[in-house]
């Protein structure tokens, strides 16, 4: 499925993690949709973030049925649909954008077939450093993992509470970058506690992973943030982002340098 041309190599992933190992910091995750609330106003986030103290951006596609996101994610890619962005549309977005961190492109599986065979190359030339696939689950699709992980994009693999312990191993094996935890069930959205059984979960994967670990699914505050920052090697803030965006690029960018803080301190 991969022509030649598609093999790209990269290794910002895991040596922005290095960084931050060695100086004994966690990782901050942070997501937007591309195309909301704008499509300037996306490009206006990109550079934020970077700036506010992110230390990898995860840009959604917009995709019209997003069935793993909560009301504030499905409502982004309902504005960003209606102002006409595409996979193609994100890939130019983030290609006017001046960002240093690394970019994980987080999307569906539909859009991403359906923008043809060489979008990993033109992802990667883009300065996208990874794939996450939300509807990909290992062994769904061998083929379409297989052309995923010798794209040279690192490939970001989700693990849930209820993933059994024997998968947990299959599926680390199979991804690379980083291991995205879901820290609950259900689908994205914010919440008022920091999850009570993330560390044993964080635990169980490091018994089977070199990777690093990254929480998501609910974070929204500084102090979830803080805490979430002991246990695991990366915090995933994506719908208080967007929350926030929603109002003002300055929100959100508040928001991001909050917990940047609180994980810092």
């Given at each position: 499925?991969?022509?030649?041309?598609?093999?790209?190599?990269?290794?910002?992933?895991?040596?922005?993690?290095?960084?931050?190992?060695?100086?004994?910091?966690?990782?901050?995750?942070?997501?937007?949709?591309?195309?909301?609330?704008?499509?300037?106003?996306?490009?206006?986030?990109?550079?934020?973030?970077?700036?506010?103290?992110?230390?990898?951006?995860?840009?959604?596609?917009?995709?019209?049925?997003?069935?793993?996101?909560?009301?504030?994610?499905?409502?982004?890619?309902?504005?960003?649909?209606?102002?006409?962005?595409?996979?193609?549309?994100?890939?130019?977005?983030?290609?006017?954008?001046?960002?240093?961190?690394?970019?994980?492109?987080?999307?569906?599986?539909?859009?991403?077939?359906a923008a043809g065979p060489d979008v990993l190359a033109?992802?990667?030339?883009?300065?996208?450093?990874?794939?996450?696939?939300?509807?990909?689950?290992?062994?769904?699709?061998?083929?379409?993992?297989?052309?995923?992980?010798?794209?040279?994009?690192?490939?970001?693999?989700?693990?849930?509470?209820?993933?059994?312990?024997?998968?947990?191993?299959?599926?680390?094996?199979?991804?690379?970058?980083?291991?995205?935890?879901?820290?609950?069930?259900?689908?994205?959205?914010?919440?008022?506690?920091?999850?009570?059984?993330?560390?044993?979960?964080?635990?169980?994967?490091?018994?089977?992973?070199?990777?690093?670990?990254?929480?998501?699914?609910?974070?929204?505050?500084?102090?979830?943030?803080?805490?979430?920052?002991?246990?695991?090697?990366?915090?995933?803030?994506?719908?208080?982002?967007?929350?926030?965006?929603?109002?003002?690029?300055?929100?959100?960018l508040k928001l991001v340098r909050s917990m940047r803080?609180?994980?810092?301190?």
């Amino acid at each position: 499925m991969a022509s030649a041309s598609e093999i790209i190599s990269s290794e910002s992933i895991a040596q922005r993690f290095g960084a931050l190992r060695a100086e004994s910091r966690c990782a901050l995750v942070c997501y937007v949709t591309a195309g909301h609330p704008s499509p300037a106003a996306t490009i206006e986030l990109l550079e934020g973030l970077d700036d506010a103290g992110a230390d990898v951006i995860e840009i959604g596609v917009p995709f019209s049925d997003p069935v793993a996101d909560g009301p504030v994610i499905q409502e982004s890619s309902a504005v960003a649909l209606a102002h006409g962005v595409t996979l193609d549309s994100a890939l130019d977005l983030l290609r006017q954008a001046r960002i240093s961190v690394p970019v994980v492109l987080f999307t569906y599986l539909n859009p991403l077939l359906a923008a043809g065979p060489d979008v990993l190359a033109r992802a990667a030339d883009s300065g996208v450093a990874g794939v996450l696939v939300t509807d990909l689950p290992l062994g769904a699709d061998s083929e379409r993992e297989a052309w995923l992980a010798r794209s040279g994009l690192d490939f970001i693999r989700l693990v849930a509470p209820t993933t059994p312990d024997d998968r947990i191993a299959h599926i680390c094996e199979h991804g690379s970058g980083f291991v995205y935890l879901i820290s609950r069930m259900g689908v994205t959205g914010t919440r008022h506690d920091a999850p009570a059984d993330l560390a044993p979960m964080v635990t169980k994967l490091r018994a089977v992973t070199d990777l690093p670990i990254c929480a998501g699914f609910g974070i929204s505050t500084a102090d979830q943030a803080r805490v979430v920052s002991r246990m695991a090697d990366g915090v995933v803030v994506g719908s208080a982002i967007v929350k926030a965006a929603a109002q003002s690029t300055d929100a959100a960018l508040k928001l991001v340098r909050s917990m940047r803080e609180a994980m810092d301190g």
